[in-house]
């Protein structure tokens, strides 16, 4: 099961930078039998000719089966779930470019979901 509301996907390209976001509200989800649910989520990456990407997000009111999380906003926060694990504010940089996913939840052989995702990348020709 997964439900959200206001869903928003937006990328924005310059010149010399290009920016990409990525929200919902209002999220419910079970993964594996492991509710999870936040008021808002939200990813964004910016990335630019003449400096490394800046990547973050945003989840408010995280609860995994009604017990609130504390979310720190840093990087690849890792919560263990039965069967698995919860990523918060997962940073992924490549050559090519950033991308940054509020969540990502896996649950080994059953699920592997991604809410909120933002990707950006830049090269010069």
Do not use: C, K, Y
Not at 15 to 25: C, H, N, R, T
Not at 76 to 101: A, C, F, K, R, Y
């Amino acid at each position: 099961m997964l439900s959200g509301e206001a869903l928003r996907a937006v990328t924005v390209g310059w010149s010399d930078q290009v920016v990409s976001e990525a929200s919902l509200a209002n999220l419910t989800m079970v993964v594996g039998g492991t509710g999870i649910s936040a008021g808002v989520v939200l990813s964004r990456v910016l990335a630019a000719a003449d400096a490394p990407a800046a990547a973050s997000s945003t989840v408010g009111d995280l609860a995994i089966n009604g017990v609130p999380v504390d979310v720190t906003g840093s990087p690849n926060q890792w919560i263990s779930i039965p069967g698995g694990h919860l990523v918060i504010n997962e940073q992924i940089v490549s050559p090519s470019g950033t991308i940054v996913n509020a969540l990502h939840a896996t649950v080994l052989g059953v699920a592997d979901v991604v809410i909120a995702s933002a990707t950006a990348g830049f090269s010069s020709f």
